[in-house]
């Protein structure tokens, strides 16, 4: 059975940096496009980035560009999330999910996903 487990996630001060991992088991999900999610306290699960199965192709929320990069290793099966300059707001369980073809218009829609991971808590503090 395939098995998505993200990991990586702790407690850090505003301004430091992270890199979340998702790794891939039970199947091979190199060709596929992977997103990553997240989930506030009391807020839905929102979009955060999303990257093509060859990993030439990536697409972010407005409010992580420029301090978040998605990012993919297929020979080893997993997808990253490099988080830099965290702020408070950046708090929540972090998701990895997966999905068959990346377009674009489409990426951020969380039904089009097929498989999902437990999550990772980053907790930031001011």
């Known amino acids: 059975q395939a098995q998505l487990l993200e990991s990586g996630g702790r407690l850090v001060q505003a301004g430091n940096s992270l890199r979340l991992s998702c790794a891939a088991s039970g199947r091979t999900f190199s060709p596929y496009a992977k997103g990553w999610f997240r989930q506030a306290p009391g807020k839905d699960r929102e979009f955060v980035a999303a990257?093509?199965?060859?990993?030439?192709?990536?697409i972010y929320h407005d409010s992580v560009k420029g301090r978040f990069t998605i990012s993919r290793d297929n020979a080893k099966n997993t997808v990253y999330l490099h988080m830099n300059n965290l702020e408070p707001e950046d708090t929540a369980i972090y998701y990895c999910?997966?999905?068959?073809?990346?377009?674009?218009?489409?990426?951020?829609?969380?039904?089009?996903?097929?498989?999902w991971g437990q999550g990772t808590q980053v907790t930031v503090s001011s």
């Open positions: 990257i093509s199965g060859s990993g030439n192709f990536t």
């Open positions: 999910a997966v999905r068959a073809a990346f377009i674009r218009a489409t990426m951020m829609h969380q039904t089009s996903y097929t498989a």
